[in-house]
């Protein structure tokens, strides 16, 4: 029962979700709106074993004063300020909306804008020149990105009366080769989703409830 | 009392008084606001509309359609009324009278507010003009009905049962022994002696899930691998240190990781508190695998499942800490990142085949093949349109007929 309950569960669950996206029933759609609430609840609960987890993980790193410890201070300190100012102020007045525009959100940005940096970086090692393929990618990613910037439409040539500028070499090379490369891997992605959710629901993969599943 | 005014001394009589003498205020503010409004000279009384049920839906809609009569004046609007078989009267809105680019001279409008299954509906239709309100008369009562199935999703519906035919019968010939080949994939071959790094430099493993939640495929698909990877961190005892950001996903790795300690036979070695929740903010998220990666210095980094614009930042500051990294995601606008830098990466679907890979089950391979078997079909209907529309053929239904 504590193999196959789980199984037959989702199967069943599965087999409402699927079944609801080919009819129209208000009985199936009513179904799918009652997992998705269920889902919810059980969203709230696990958040709830979520917070005792990180609570625990920086609450032992602290109490050893293991290295990085005061930053594990910082993490249970916004917690415990976050929550405690939703709480007492409610999250449109008080420390809640003052934190997030003025530590939450500048600090997201910060992040974001690493990636500027590292894709630099990763640019750089990228389009180093050890092979045919590496060669032919930094051509490719040379003439894309000349195409992007009002420099590229200077680069042109002229050919039977007509003038063809790197903006079109570009575009051709995003819109044919490397769409037609994008859409075989979406055509395998989707095959694979597709498989992997069939073996769900029908009970054949079960590695995800773990042993002796 | 008969005719367009009958209901008005029924129970809700009064509701319907106050709901006309909105619907007329309401009329004679459109007309008000309207200066251009054309004026309804010459126009006949409008034949009632007519009324079906629209197809394939959960029976709260119906259909109406009428003509527009020739000189009928640009710009023209259609009043709406419905009634139910009760008699209380709805003003619906004033649309275009004619479909703003349509070929023929004819207008529609679909009802999804009022009608329900099992009621009746009557409408009626007026030309909107300046000074004047042509009212046809009523319908005949509509019922809308509940349709079972989808009619336009039979395609859809035909491929999801051609596709599961064709996995079946591939898992039904695994399960009577038949001897099924993959090709070798680097990513998932690197496994093993990636652990196994970890285990001599005596630095941890780090694996991160992704940040979908646990509904998502590529996130089972994830905690599938996880399971192995954590039955061989077990039986080299190396720590594995897994970051979520879904608390349901933490539950279910502390839950994966766990048994495959056990069935290691190591259940001692197990740490719940290596495998707990961070944030559920996406650079959040981002900033605490980051912080980890440099103070803990895992030797190997699996990102393995969805990632976002965060994929760099992770394995860019892996990298920078010289860890040895095995990605995998399905995400095509992030794998050119994990390519990038990453030792290995499982591109698209080799994230799905990862667990099948790794445990080699029967019953799992058989489905993969059946999944390979699927795409040869794809590839050869791609082929074949590919050279119709190379000949010129666009529409096949000519030749069909």
Known sequence: MKRTGPVVFGSLIGMVMLLQYFSPHPALLDGYNLILDMKQVVFGMTLILGIVSLVRYHASK?????????????????????????????????????????????????????????VASASYRAFRVRSFHAGLLLAAGVIVMLGRVPLGELIAVEFGGHR???????????????????????VGVGLGMVATALKILLGIERSYLGKGA | MTGPDAGMD??????????????????????????????????????????????????????????????????????????????????????????????????????????????????????????????????????PSIQWFNAERVSVAAATLLFSGILIGFVAAARRGATLFIRKIPGLEAVEEAVGRATEMGRPILYSPGLDPMEEVSTVASISILGQVARKAAEYETRLMVPNRDPIVMAVAQEVVRDAHAEAGRPDTYRADDIFYTTYSQFGYAAAVCGIMMREKPATNFFIGKFYAESLILAETGNATGAIQIAG????????????SCDYTLIGEELYAGSVYLSREPLLLGALKGQDAA???????????????????????????
Request: hydrophobic share 45%; net charge neutral; aromatic share 10%.
């Open chain 1, 62 to 118: 602290l109490k050893r004063k293991e290295s990085g410890w005061f930053y594990s201070l910082a993490a249970i300190s916004g917690l415990a300020a976050m929550s405690g100012s939703s709480i007492i102020w409610g999250t449109e007045r008080g420390f809640y909306p003052w934190a997030f525009d003025n530590i939450q959100a500048p600090m997201q940005a910060t992040m974001f804008s690493l990636l500027a940096f590292y």
């Open chain 1, 164 to 186: 063809y500028a790197l903006p079109q070499l570009s575009s051709w090379i995003l819109d044919v080769p490397n769409l037609a490369a994008k859409r075989g891997i979406l």
């Open chain 2, 10 to 143: 029924r129970p809700g009589a009064g509701r319907t008084c106050a709901w006309n003498r909105i619907a007329t205020w309401r009329a004679a503010a459109l007309l008000l606001l309207l200066p251009a409004a054309p004026r309804a000279q010459g126009l006949a009384v409008p034949p009632p509309p007519r009324v079906a049920d629209r197809p394939n839906d959960n029976g709260r809609a119906l259909v109406l359609a009428w003509d527009v009569p020739d000189g009928a004046p640009p710009g023209l609007l259609a009043l709406l009324e419905r009634r139910d078989g009760s008699g209380i009267r709805d003003t619906l809105q004033a649309v275009p009278a004619l479909e703003p680019g349509a070929a023929e001279r004819k207008g529609s409008f679909t009802d999804e507010r009022g009608p329900r299954a099992g009621g009746s509906y009557a409408y009626r239709i007026a030309w909107l003009a300046r000074g004047d309100t042509l009212w046809s008369d009523w319908s005949e009562a509509s019922e």
């Open chain 2, 329 to 340: 995601t399905d995400s095509d606008s992030q794998l050119p990142f994990f390519i990038t």
């Open chain 2, 375 to 401: 795409r040869v079909i794809i590839l050869a209907v791609l082929v074949a349109a590919s050279l119709l529309l190379a000949l010129g053929v666009y529409d096949l239904r000519p030749y069909l007929d």
